[in-house]
């Protein structure tokens, strides 16, 4: 690179400007389907179902073992 004399091109320039380049990545799949399905009102829902279902199918297990143990 020449000096910095009259006429020449300042490519130093770009070190003082103070540019920024950090640009934050989108999201991805995953975490735009954790963000849809898990947070908020829909995140409620999502999570009360869940747990009903559990213990739903808790109850028919403990049901169909119970059955096949105190069937003698």
Not at 9 to 28: A, K, L
Not at 46 to 56: F, G
Request: charge should be neutral; include cysteine; hydrophobic fraction near 40%.
């Amino acid at each position: 690179m020449e000096t910095n004399s009259a006429g020449s091109v300042q490519y130093d320039r770009w070190n003082d400007d103070n540019i920024n380049m950090d640009v934050e990545p989108s999201p991805s799949t995953a975490r735009r389907i954790y963000n849809r399905v898990c947070v908020g009102s829909t995140g409620m829902v999502v999570k009360t179902a869940a747990a009903i279902a559990a213990l739903v199918s808790i109850y028919i297990i403990g049901y169909i073992t119970g059955y096949y143990v105190h069937r003698c």
